[in-house]
């Protein structure tokens, strides 16, 4: 129902969700990364609000993206890192982001990475014909993408439901093995299992060598599309590209822009020239790339007249990670932790993508709105999951209690009313766990991170120990106790808005 908020007086804002992948709280200037140099982050975080404890809902990609969009923890839904051609992981029937601003008369629009899969289940995905459902299907009525990751196949672009410059002649087909994919008269590529020499980029390891596609080995297989794959090194440019003229054309008209870069995942191949503009390799020239991405979209809403009245949000999907399966030049030097050359990924914090430990979820986290938001810093505690019921509240539109049953108003909080956020908060990182934050004490479950590897439950105060150093769990029994029964309650529950009044 809709019951637009009369404080916008007809003029609501636009919002940009400006995502990054893999990108962590120490890789950006603002946030004290030294060695890449982020001026376009840098000003929109002096113009706007920095998040010193703002999180996305996991520590890898597709939960973080689902609770993003949906308000629902991945775990509850079993949703974890999709492979190559996995259906769509969003019921078409559940409120969305996209949704609820399409609910307020937004034009709603996805630019980048998807990966939150294609098509019906149990029904392979037809590329040559409407590829769908997807993004179109839950509440974008624009989509350009990059349907999966740019390490897995296929390595071609979406528009709408089509492959972007397919040719009939050379039908496209992905799937687990070269049997399965290769037919007479479609373009086959070199299974890198059987070709090292065909990954010419650089070479790649473990999982990341299937199929050879401009020469870097990605994860799954597919044949045919040759007239249709995309170039790694481009990749920034036709996004950002799309992203500009999403903003002109709508720019007349409330829109919702989630602009999703890949730029620091693997296999990072920036453009030639951003190449060599740091000295970390690829992973470094890959953020100074995203940084210019996030620039062009600035310059785009100012050329348009919009940057008064635009929400933008700058954040990631979960932390850093260094050497992810490539050669390419990143350096991970094991006996100082995880750091690449005298940077760490995640600043202060502990631990990166995957992991449990606050850079897993800890990551740059920045809201600009000049007409409403007084610029400065906050340490009120949110998290990206909470976008649905917060600009819910923002749009004055009602969200029923069983739709995004984990999403909490902390609208408050985003425009800097608020400094303390959300009483308690759930981290999630897949086999690696979940944490319960309440203040600044964080409680982690006992763990088995492999048939091998048991953790014990861990407790932190990070008021004194931001880097997760000191396990206190057997000097505070009672609070871990207590931690650990209210997380459990919280994750057997429908969702941490509808089962809890204080949270
Ligand atoms: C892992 C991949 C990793 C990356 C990740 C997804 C291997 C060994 N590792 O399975 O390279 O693709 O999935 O990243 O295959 S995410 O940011 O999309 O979650
Ligand atoms: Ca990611």
Excluded at 283 to 293: E, H, K, P, T
Aim: glycine letters at 10%; aromatic letters at 8%; a neutral charge.
């Amino acid at each position: 129902m809709l019951l637009v908020s009369e404080s916008f007086a007809g003029h609501r804002p636009n919002v940009v969700i400006i995502y990054g992948d893999d990108v962590g709280y120490g890789d950006v200037g603002a946030y004290g990364s030294e060695m890449i140099p982020t001026p376009n982050i840098d000003k929109l975080a002096k113009e706007g609000l920095l998040f010193t404890d703002g999180h996305c809902a996991a520590a890898t990609c597709t939960p973080s993206r689902y609770s993003l969009l949906t308000g629902i923890h991945g775990f509850r839904d079993g949703v974890s890192i999709l492979p190559p051609n996995a259906p769509l992981a969003i019921g078409t029937d559940i409120l969305t982001l996209p949704k609820l601003f399409k609910q307020a008369g937004y034009s709603t629009g996805v630019v980048g990475k998807w990966h939150l899969g294609i098509g019906a289940e149990g029904q392979a995905v037809d590329w040559n014909a409407e590829v769908k459902p997807g993004p179109l299907e839950i509440g974008f009525d624009f989509s350009f993408l990059l349907p999966s990751t740019n390490d897995r196949v296929p390595c071609v672009y979406l528009d709408g439901h089509k492959v972007v410059n397919l040719d009939p002649k050379d039908p496209l087909y992905v799937g687990r093995s070269t049997a399965q994919v290769n037919r007479p008269g479609s373009t086959a590529y070199p299974d890198a299992k059987k070709n090292q020499e065909a990954m010419t980029y650089y070479r790649s390891t473990h999982g990341h060598n299937n199929s050879v596609i401009n020469g870097i080995g990605r994860i799954g297989y597919m044949a045919g599309g040759k007239s249709a794959l995309w170039n790694d090194e481009t990749m920034a440019d036709v996004f950002v590209d799309k992203a500009k003229q999403y903003i002109k054309d709508h720019k007349d008209k409330a829109f919702f822009l989630y602009f999703a870069s890949q730029d620091s995942h693997v296999p990072r191949a920036p453009h030639p020239r951003f190449q060599g503009k740091t000295k970390l390799g690829y992973r470094g020239d890959a953020m100074v790339q995203f940084d210019w991405s996030t620039g062009e979209i600035m310059k785009a809403l100012e050329q348009h007249g919009l940057t008064e009245n635009t929400i933008v949000i700058f954040s990631s999907d979960n932390g850093p990670v260094y050497d992810d399966g490539y050669a390419d030049g990143t350096q991970v030097k094991k006996s100082q932790g995880e750091s690449d050359r005298g940077h760490d990924g995640s600043g202060i914090y502990r631990g990166g993508k995957y992991q449990i430990y606050e850079g897993g979820t800890r990551v740059p986290f920045i809201v600009r709105w000049p007409a409403k938001i007084k610029p400065g810093k906050s340490d009120a505690l949110v998290n990206q999951i909470d976008f649905i019921a917060s600009f819910s509240s923002l749009l004055g539109v009602e969200l029923p209690e069983n739709d995004a049953p984990d999403s909490r108003n902390t609208l408050s909080a985003f425009l800097g009313k608020d400094q303390t956020g959300l009483p308690s908060m759930i981290e999630e990182a897949g086999k690696a766990g979940r944490a319960l934050r309440v203040g600044s004490w964080k409680y982690i479950q006992a763990r088995r991170e492999s048939s091998s590897k048991k953790v014990s439950g861990e407790l932190y105060n990070l008021a004194d120990d931001q880097g997760e150093k000191k396990n206190v769990i057997s000097e505070h029994p009672e609070r871990a106790t207590e931690m650990a029964k209210q997380l459990t309650a919280l994750m057997k529950a429908k969702g941490v808005r509808v089962s809890s009044k204080n949270n």
